[in-house]
């Protein structure tokens, strides 16, 4: 579920980047080069379909991204705790008394 969120998450980032894009803050962008007499949607019509394309775009990107992190995954940070207490609770006790000793061997200057 988490995969198929972030996948919906990245198509819809990409969509929103190029209704963006396609904008003019002045009016132009797109819209300017429909500017044909018998075209269907005018230049206003085409400016207020990308204003709205923006909007419900952002407000589809939030609430995906709401969703993808009520969905994460948790199980893995539980395993990953749990194989850390196993690796300390194996840690054999000669060698923990076996290391000062070492240690002490080693500090010692040999003539």
Known sequence: MYTFLVVLILIV???LAIVVLVQNSKGG????NFSAPNQIMGVRRTADFLEKAT???????VVLSLAATASIPHH????AIE?????????????????????????TPAE
Do not use: F, K, R, Y
């Open 13 to 15: 980032c990409v969509l």
């Open 29 to 32: 962008g797109l819209a300017a």
């Open 55 to 61: 909007w419900w775009l952002a407000i589809i990107l």
């Open 76 to 79: 893995h940070a539980e395993d």
């Open 83 to 107: 194989s850390e207490v196993t690796v300390d609770n194996n840690v054999s006790p000669v060698a923990t008394t076996a290391a000062p000793a070492a240690q002490a061997a080693d500090a």
